[in-house]
């Protein structure tokens, strides 16, 4: 399938940007195993030289009972926190008593004076001590210096013509561009950077119709989850009227007329609630080009069930719709289809019961191919005839020790992306499931591509690793060759860096994998600075892959470290579900022993360690932090989890129960409150040097989890910078501008440096 190289995500996930090299968004589709996703960066914060007056924030009929005493960092610079008001609020959960100081901070920043007020006086504060960091203005220079290089994005094909996109280095968005052959000039598509002055407005989607006449392309805004889409005739570059609104969680997918496409959408929320309520009600609809959004018809959805969602697909020959439907970040779905050549024919259901992943690959004639966990925890390829007149499933290629990722389906035969130990590896096989062959891959790293239409033979994929820049590679199906289309040119020498994967025991004995990352030649003398970082959720595979952040952080000397917690995807189902619900401890466990390995190996010691990760990252980093706060010199959690009871009340945080369980059941609430990091932190403990990071229109972990969190945590903090660094407009991470990006991770290595003591 090849639709849409640019795709949209589903509320899944979460963190790690593969393109532009800052850790910021993952994202998983739940309808195209092998979507692409792009991420651009930056804008401007403002450096605050003086110190300001703290504002005190106190609601009407609130009380100011929370006073922050002036703390001393190592550097003998006192702090003045915001006078934080807390509120007398107690929610019960199955007879227990749990107050809730902080949840006026709950409220939206958009409609709510005081919270605003809270976020200038907080950042305020954090920019001041940074603007203090005199190594600061150095490393920002020098990850201006390492982000000036083009990247591009991995080709698809649609319509006879090429697309990729492009980024000259520094530029806030990157651009769409096609060809018409390979070796002809490139045309300029879209140039996101003139929807904005600072370039918060971003391309999420981009999709072009089997004719190649329109591209429908998704606009996103200030990092919202938000999606409106327009249309672009790709003969003149001029838009036409249509604009679609209120479209969220969904990709586009055109009838192969070129007529119109299908998309996901939300019905439109109510006055101030957009940002903030749950998202429900979720419906496909078909869009007519040249007609109003009024007139589009509703394909699908399900009134009894409003919390469910659906994807779209229409496989590469135009002839089968498929409607795949989902419930929950746990891939469990439905799937119906619909033959396009019938033009009165239903939806028929295939797969009902949302117990097993059903992921299409593609089909060819009534033959649907399909990737599955169904009796295979690792994942197996499997079709089922349509046509026939009792239609059975059929398995093609068998589950394998390692575990499968993704198919695609180019050149008539099927390219299968496995995960050995974490790391990617490509196998070929016929449509018949016979091994055909391999594409090897340059090391220890990630591949990401791969898409193309089933009876063409080429496709693109890109390789990078913590060590290795992107490299875009061609590759001919028929002739097994392999060519570089495009390679990065980025100013540092690869070969002085070196990536290697360890193993390490857990505290139940479990044995994790590790990736190290670090300039040749490190000591094993404890006196390393250290970056452990790690996300263990999502069934989310962690693997190596290039970030000029990390890099920037290797130059200083640093150690990378980024361990396979449980709760991820590296080795299947089993080792996901073993880091979820009741079992969650597991992976702030397997964290914790990653820490201990790092020590006991004396690759570092605690002053020098550091550990980071953002969204389900950040409540990583937040519990772990609660658990062992003395295993660590300093942290930084990005837009995390951080109230692990109230977390499924907010626009896509229902999804995520499957992962976390519900504070609503009396087990589950237990195991969520023992461990939910704003629940839990403690005054008779010393915390390290901590900076939360998160946005103000990020409605995907909406802010207010990392508001509540570093109020009580500068509550109770004695020694050591706690801070809170808020951008605005900017979101989870998605679309974020190239020199907000840059800003942000200056900030966080300066203060890392301080933190670390970083010579």
Not at 72 to 87: D, E, F, G, H, L
Not at 636 to 641: D, K, M, N
Not at 683 to 711: E, M, N
Request: hydrophobic share 35%; glycine share 8%.
């Amino acid at each position: 399938m090849d639709d849409a190289r640019i795709v949209e995500q589903g509320p899944h996930a979460e963190l790690i940007a593969l393109e532009s090299g800052a850790p910021i968004a993952i994202c998983r589709v739940i309808d195209r195993s092998e979507a692409m996703l792009r991420l651009s960066p930056k804008p401007q914060h403002l450096l605050v030289i003086v110190w300001f007056a703290a504002i005190a924030c106190t609601p009407s009929g609130e009380t100011d009972t929370d006073p922050q005493a002036t703390s001393q960092t190592r550097s003998n610079m006192p702090i003045q926190y915001p006078k934080t008001a807390t509120v007398e609020h107690v929610d019960y959960y199955h007879n227990v008593a749990v107050p809730d100081p902080y949840r006026w901070l709950e409220e939206d920043v958009r409609e709510s004076e005081r919270v605003a007020d809270w976020v200038a006086a907080e950042n305020t504060v954090t920019q001041a001590y940074l603007a203090t960091i005199a190594e600061r203005e150095g490393i920002e220079t020098r990850l201006r210096e390492l982000w000036d290089y083009e990247r591009f994005g991995v080709p698809w094909k649609k319509g006879g013509r090429y697309f990729y996109t492009y980024n000259d280095g520094l530029a806030n968005q990157n651009q769409v561009y096609m060809l018409d052959a390979l070796d002809d000039p490139p045309q300029l598509v879209l140039d996101p950077n003139t929807w904005s002055e600072d370039g918060t407005i971003a391309l999420a989607g981009f999709a072009a119709d089997p004719t190649g006449r329109y591209a429908a392309y998704l606009i996103q805004d200030g990092g919202s989850d938000w999606r409106t889409a327009k249309v672009r005739d790709l003969a003149n570059g001029e838009d036409l009227a249509d604009e679609l609104r209120w479209l969220k969680f969904t990709s586009v997918n055109w009838r192969p007329d070129g007529s119109g496409f299908y998309y996901s959408r939300y019905p439109e929320p109510a006055d101030g609630a957009a940002f903030q309520a749950l998202n429900v009600n979720h419906a496909v609809y078909f869009h007519a080009i040249g007609t109003p959004q009024t007139e589009d018809a509703l394909i699908f959805t399900d009134p009894d069930h409003p919390k469910r969602s659906y994807g779209s697909e229409v496989t590469d020959d135009g002839r089968f719709l498929v409607i795949t439907s989902w419930i929950s970040t746990d891939d469990r779905y439905e799937v119906r289809y619909r033959d396009l050549t019938d033009e009165g024919g239903a939806l028929t259901t295939l797969v009902e019961g949302f117990e097993y992943r059903y992921s299409l690959i593609d089909n060819v004639g009534t033959q649907l191919y399909f990737l599955t966990d169904r009796d295979a925890p690792k994942a197996r390829i499997v079709v089922i005839d349509v046509g026939a007149d009792t239609p059975e499933w059929r398995e093609i290629v068998p589950e394998a020790d390692d575990v499968l990722e993704s198919v695609s389906h180019v050149g008539g035969k099927l390219i299968a992306q496995y995960l050995e130990d974490a790391k990617t590896a490509v196998r070929i096989f016929t449509l018949s499931g016979e091994l055909a062959g391999t594409i090897p891959l340059p090391g220890i790293g990630s591949a990401v591509g791969f898409g193309g239409i089933g009876d063409e033979p080429e496709t693109f994929y890109q390789y990078s690793s913590f060590n290795a820049p992107p490299t875009i590679y061609r590759y001919d199906v028929a002739s097994n060759e392999t060519d570089v289309f495009r390679a990065a040119q980025v100013s540092f020498d690869p070969s002085e860096y070196v990536v290697s994967q360890k193993f390490y025991q857990s505290k139940d004995g479990t044995r994790v994998p590790i990736f190290l990352a670090h300039k040749k030649g490190v000591r094993r003398d404890t006196s390393n600075h250290t970056l452990l970082t790690g996300y263990g959720g999502f069934a989310i595979s962690v693997t190596p892959y290039y970030s000029t952040t990390y890099l920037a952080w290797m130059e200083m000397g640093g150690i990378l470290a980024v361990p396979n917690l449980r709760g991820g995807g590296e080795y299947g189902k089993a080792w996901h579900k073993a880091g979820t619900k009741l079992q969650k401890q597991n992976v702030f466990d397997d964290f914790i022993a990653a820490a201990e390995f790092l020590i006991e190996e004396r690759y570092t010691r605690p002053d020098k360690l550091a550990i980071t990760g953002g969204s389900n990252g950040g409540l990583l980093v937040g519990a772990v932090l609660n658990q062992r706060p003395e295993l660590f010199g300093a942290a930084i959690p990005a837009v995390g989890v951080m109230d692990m009871l109230r977390f499924h009340r907010f626009t896509a945080g229902r999804f995520w129960t499957d992962d976390y369980g519900s504070s609503e059941d009396p087990d589950e609430f237990q195991a969520l409150y023992a461990y939910s990091p704003y629940h839990n932190i403690d005054p008779a403990k010393d915390y390290p040097a901590v900076l939360v990071t998160t946005a103000d229109t990020d409605d995907r972990v909406v802010p207010g989890h990392s508001f509540k969190y570093i109020a009580a945590l500068q509550a109770v903090q004695n020694d050591e910078p706690t801070l809170i660094r808020i951008e605005t407009r900017a979101g989870h991470g998605l679309g974020t501008p190239t020199e907000k990006i840059i800003e942000d991770y200056a900030d966080r290595w300066a203060f890392l440096v301080r933190s670390l003591d970083v010579d």
